[in-house]
């Protein structure tokens, strides 16, 4: 660390010009426990199929749960004209944070470049997570746990460029993002045969925001489509999402609500929703999520579509289970002790979708295990859970 300041020290001293940089970070630790979900009762004689169910594993204790370091620059190049970059890096406390695979080692975060022209309008490239699906407007900002990786899919990581053009209080918005199957210079977009390439999304988005009024209309594209089966290394692919985005700040309560259709490449479809409300009294802040989660047609999709040659229809049987409806509670309390550090309790309470349970068999099977005896992730209707106490701190 010595060594560092002084060659910083030194640079400054040299008259050396840089850009305008600045670092800040995020800190929270505290307390977290979850009751996981588990698995279903599900008998497939026809596939030597007879399991058992098995409830949800609880877990928890003291941790870190986010510990980052941020680093911006930006640099005006006249004419109307800058550049920014944006470095982040996560795992920062000695253990890594709470999920992290790797204890003690730090991860790369969000990292962006973005070139902005007064009159033409914003360019970004960069390597970054998907934003939560229902967080900012839907959620309308309120202090609770993400359903994301919950009721709705999980976030994949990607590099992607898009151009911004903002036309009064109107921004249009286009984003090619490369698969999640690949990052880097060079990857995510083909392979050679036989390699998982994954799927490469466009998106068009409209935002509106004026005074208290937010909204946001979105369309997702998919290519390296399969209409065919899902008995692929691609899996489950997708076709398309539509999205609708709606937020008003009341002033005494912020609202929002989202909802979200997406639909599979062999047929089936999911309807995900989100209400949200947060109410602010002084250093209190109150808030509420509602997430609904609907899969349906998977059993009006062809037999075919599904593995197991010429036992599909068996596997069918029970991904079927899959369609249904699966609702989610978060709530949460945050008070500001100051600016920058705050207390944070919340909780929530969901069962797993029928999203979730493709994702979770897919998962289960990418990393060697067998399609069939995961099947029992299908059906599972208990709920899970999730309780936070965390204390902040931000810089």
Same mark, same amino acid.
């Given at each position: ?13 040299? %008259?050396?010009?840089?850009?305008? *940089?600045?670092?800040? #970070? ?18 497939? &004689? ?26 911006? !620059? ?57 934003? /939560? ?6 959620? /309308?900002?309120?202090? *609770? ?20 053009? &903002? ?8 984003? $090619?993002?490369? !698969?999640?199957? #690949? ?12 390699? @998982? ?17 937010? $909204? ?6 998919? =290519? ?10 691609? %899996? ?9 985005? +709606? ?5 005494? /309560?912020? +609202?929002?609500? #989202?909802?979200?259709?997406? @639909? ?14 947060? *109410? ?19 059993? =009006? ?11 599909? &229809? ?7 289970? !899959? ?24 909780? !929530? ?5 029928g999203y979730e349970q493709f994702e979770a068999w897919g998962a289960a099977v990418a990393a060697g295990g067998s399609a069939v005896a995961n099947l029992n992730q299908f059906g599972y209707s208990a709920n899970a859970n999730e309780t936070s106490i965390l204390l902040s701190h931000s810089f």
């Amino acid at each position: 660390m010595k060594k560092t300041l002084i060659a910083l020290a030194v640079l400054a001293a040299s %008259g050396a010009s840089f850009a305008q *940089v600045t670092i800040t #970070g995020t800190l929270a630790m505290g307390y977290g426990q979850t009751t996981s979900v588990g698995t279903n009762a599900i008998s497939i &004689p026809g596939l030597g199929l007879a399991a058992v169910a098995t409830s949800g594993a609880d877990a928890s204790g003291f941790g870190a749960d986010t510990s980052e370091i941020g680093f911006a !620059a930006t640099e005006d190049l006249g004419g109307g004209q800058k550049i920014e970059a944006t470095l982040a890096l996560a795992g920062a406390d000695r253990s890594g944070e709470s999920n992290s695979t790797t204890p003690g080692a730090l991860t790369g975060r969000d990292a962006t470049l973005t070139y902005t022209n007064n009159s033409f309008g914003r360019v970004q490239m960069g390597a970054t997570r998907d934003s /939560a699906i229902h967080s900012g407007i839907p959620s /309308a900002d309120a202090p *609770v746990i993400n359903m994301d990786g919950k009721l709705f899919q999980l976030r994949s990581d990607s590099d992607f460029i898009s151009y911004a053009a &903002p036309v009064g209080p109107v921004v249009f918005l286009y984003k $090619l993002s490369e !698969a999640s199957k #690949g990052l880097g210079l060079g990857k995510g977009t083909s392979g050679a045969s036989g390699v @998982t390439v994954g799927q490469r999304t466009s998106d068009f988005v409209v935002v509106y925001s004026k005074g208290p009024l937010d $909204l946001v209309g979105a369309y997702r594209a998919y =290519d390296n489509r399969n209409s065919t089966t899902i008995a692929t290394l691609e %899996g489950l692919t997708k076709d398309n999402v539509f999205a609708v985005q +709606v937020g008003y700040n009341f002033g005494v /309560a912020k +609202v929002g609500f #989202g909802v979200n259709n997406t @639909t599979a490449s062999v047929g089936p479809k999911v309807t995900d929703m989100l209400l949200g409300v947060s *109410v602010p009294m002084g250093a209190l802040t109150l808030g509420m999520t509602l997430g609904r989660a609907t899969t349906s047609g998977v059993s =009006d999709a062809a037999a075919t579509a599904f593995p197991g040659g010429a036992a599909a &229809p068996l596997f069918k049987t029970a991904m079927q289970l !899959a369609d249904g409806t699966a609702n989610s509670l978060s709530v949460g309390a945050k008070y500001d002790l100051s600016k920058r550090t705050n207390l944070t309790v919340k909780y !929530a309470t969901w069962t797993r979708s029928g999203y979730e349970q493709f994702e979770a068999w897919g998962a289960a099977v990418a990393a060697g295990g067998s399609a069939v005896a995961n099947l029992n992730q299908f059906g599972y209707s208990a709920n899970a859970n999730e309780t936070s106490i965390l204390l902040s701190h931000s810089f």
